[in-house]
């Protein structure tokens, strides 16, 4: 794809399944990834692709100033943001204002945070690209998921709010919306709800036009097309990936 090759991209969350996704496909098109996750890479996941692992809690600021001085070190600034690092918090009303408080930290303040950072080497770069993970649940409601769902609406407000900023600086911001995608955090949720995996896939495919879940690399091309050139005159948009689920 167009202007991707040679820039430095910043994955966040990058070791669940939908960011590491994006981070292979843009290794692919030879982009140097960073990849910024809580979690240990104790799997050496990310070398196996080419990126290159920082281990940041994205809420703390005294752990992402100094990742993007690092990266800006040792693979130039940034000029491509991949904001997938979420809790997936799953609570209707009934929801303590500890789960708000932490759901909201991570998914808002601290995407918030990673993008500030970003953003000052994309000034730099005199332009860039930002594409904020947003979900179905930031259009539609879902039984027992207002946590989530709060934050993912917030991220397509940050995106249009962000899109609006800074526009003037040539750095471009969007929704990438997934809808129910085959991942290791689907199997967990099912697992944790003491659910059959089989059976749950096949009630979420029935549900879908495409008449199954989508796959991580499907999700990746788009994240990749948002990061590019190719869609340029795009910005403050959000972009649906859910086999048409949200159509009907
Ligand atoms: N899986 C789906 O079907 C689906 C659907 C729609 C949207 N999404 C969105 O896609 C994104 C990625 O989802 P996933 O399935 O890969 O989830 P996941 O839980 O597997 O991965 C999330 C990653 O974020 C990291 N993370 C969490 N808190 C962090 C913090 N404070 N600092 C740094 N890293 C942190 C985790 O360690 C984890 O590796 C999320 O934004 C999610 O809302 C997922």
């Known amino acids: 794809m167009r202007g991707l090759a040679d820039k430095t991209a910043v994955v966040t969350g990058g070791l669940g399944d939908l960011g ?14 960073a ?3 809580a ?6 996941r990310a070398q196996a692709i080419g990126a290159t692992h920082w281990q940041v809690d ?14 800006a070190e040792r693979l130039d600034r940034c000029s491509i943001l991949v904001n997938s690092a979420a809790l997936l918090i799953f609570k209707g009303i009934d929801a303590s204002l500890d789960e708000f408080q932490r759901i909201c930290n991570v998914n808002v ?3 918030s945070l990673v993008t500030a950072a970003a953003v000052a080497h994309m000034k730099h770069n005199n332009g860039g690209s930002i594409v904020n993970f947003s979900s179905i649940s930031g259009f539609i ?6 946590t989530y769902t709060a934050t993912k609406f917030a991220i397509r407000g940050l995106t249009k709010a962000w899109a609006l900023d800074l526009a003037q600086f040539g750095i471009r911001v969007n929704s990438l919306c997934p809808g129910s ?17 089989e059976t749950e896939d096949a009630k979420e495919s029935k549900a879908i036009l495409l008449k199954r879940q989508g796959r991580p690399e499907e999700v990746a ?17 959000d972009v649906l990936v859910d086999g048409g689920y949200t159509t009907v």
């Open 20 to 33: 590491y996704a994006p981070a292979k496909r843009l290794v692919e098109e030879r982009c140097r990834v």
């Open 58 to 71: 994205i809420t703390k600021v005294e752990e992402v100033t100094p990742a993007f001085d690092q990266i």
């Open 221 to 237: 091309s788009v994240a990749a097309f948002l990061a590019s050139e190719e869609s340029s005159y795009m910005t403050g948009a």
């Open 109 to 111: 303040a601290g995407t």
């Open 181 to 197: 995608i085959y991942t290791a955090a689907f199997v967990t949720r099912c697992k944790a709800l003491g659910k059959d995996v």
């Open 35 to 37: 990849i910024l996750d």
């Open 141 to 146: 409601a879902q039984p027992q998921f207002a």
């Open 39 to 44: 979690k240990p890479d104790e799997q050496n």
